[in-house]
Nanobody, 119 residues
Framework: VQLQAYGGGLVQAGGSLRLSCAAS????????MGWYRQAPGKQRELVAS???????TYADSGKGRFTISRDNAKNTVYLQMDTLKPEDTAVYLC??????????????WGQGTQVTVSS
């Protein structure tokens, strides 16, 4: 299973970015998909997650500014980030909790995409 994330970049404070992450490979069903982030010297933290029914969870830091969504047919999760702040600067990693075609449960991580917000 591979998760390919893209969409990061450099943006000014107040700007927007949209991250995408597509899962591919031996996938029967994806249960949860989510975005995490890790800033230098800090622990990895959850940004937002979404289950297969579309129920979402957000960290307080992103509530009202970030929107997570997914396309189950494409095994893809998106993160729309608006009103970005310098403290949002981090590597953003996507995660998927899934079942393979042999019904093994896996937790898989993407390689991360850098988001840098300038003040």
């Amino acid at each position: 299973v591979q998760l390919q994330a893209y969409g990061g970049g450099l943006v000014q404070a107040g700007g927007s970015l949209r991250l995408s992450c597509a899962a591919s490979g031996d996938i029967f069903r994806i249960v949860d998909m989510g975005w995490y982030r890790q800033a230098p010297g800090k622990q990895r933290e959850l940004v937002a997650s979404i289950n297969s029914a579309g129920s979402t969870t957000y960290a307080d830091s992103g509530k009202g500014r970030f929107t997570i969504s997914r396309d189950n047919a494409k095994n893809t999760v998106y993160l729309q980030m608006d009103t970005l702040k310098p403290e949002d600067t981090a590597v953003y990693l996507c995660n998927a909790d899934l079942f393979t075609n042999r019904l093994q449960r896996l937790n898989s991580w993407g390689q991360g995409t850098q988001v840098t917000v300038s003040s």
